[in-house]
T-cell receptor, first 115, second 113 residues
């Protein structure tokens, strides 16, 4: 079954304590990305990756890092989380962004609260 | 630049009545358009997509949408609402080669018994 798996699904953490949200896909997709969802704003892209070792900033990258050492994994790193990073985070993947009609698959989301 | 406007933040219908969720888009190139649904505490599920083939697109669970280039619209409809349709719906636009999808701000659908 095609899946994008995120962990943890729920996390409460304190300001400044580094955390990593993992994302893994089993579809051999080249393209992966991270979005955050905030009320009234829809989803906004944080970072994306076109392939292994190829990453770039999305629309709201401040305060986040990513890495793409393997094709299947694309972790999101918050080096020093702050309360304004409290949000619902989604990982997504697709076979390639070059064809705009390819279906994007989303994980189930990770609820992050920073206190 | 691409953008998406969902014209209603909340829509409430009675069970068994038609559903209309409105979406207008702006795109410099021939876009692909999607509707995704998000049930409470769940991820995003693809309902349907338009990719420059037939302008009337049928999706899952009885939903369909019509691409109208002259009106730059991609409204989502369903003839008869079911309680299980209560969720948030996102209209999404994508252009070939662009790095990101552009999401609308979402429409929350309530279905009254």
């Amino acid at each position: 079954e095609a899946q994008v798996t995120q962990n943890p699904r729920y996390l409460i953490t304190v300001t400044g304590k580094k955390l990593t949200v993992t994302c893994s896909q089993n579809m051999n997709h080249e393209y992966m990305s991270w979005y955050r969802q905030d009320p009234g704003l829809g989803l906004r892209q944080i970072y994306y990756s076109m392939n292994v070792e190829v990453t770039d900033k999305g629309d709201v990258p401040e305060g986040y890092k990513v890495s793409r050492k393997e094709k299947r994994n694309f972790p999101l790193i918050l080096e020093s989380p702050s309360p304004n990073q409290t949000s619902l985070y989604f990982c997504a993947s697709s076979s390639t962004p070059r064809s705009s009609g390819n279906t994007i698959y989303f994980g189930e989301g990770s609820w992050l609260t920073v206190v | 630049a691409q953008s998406v406007t969902q014209l209603d933040s909340h829509v409430s219908v009675s069970e068994g009545t038609p559903v209309l969720l409105r979406c207008n888009y702006s795109s410099s190139y021939s876009p692909s358009l999607f509707w995704y649904v998000q049930h409470p505490n769940k991820g995003l599920q693809l309902l349907l997509k338009y990719t420059s083939a037939a302008t009337l697109v049928k999706g899952i669970n009885g939903f369909e949408a019509e691409f109208k280039k002259s009106e730059t619209s991609f409204h989502l409809t369903k003839p008869s609402a079911h309680m299980s349709d209560a969720a948030e719906y996102f209209c999404v636009v994508s252009e070939a080669g662009r790095r990101a999808l552009t999401f609308g701000s979402g429409t929350r659908l309530q279905v009254q018994p």
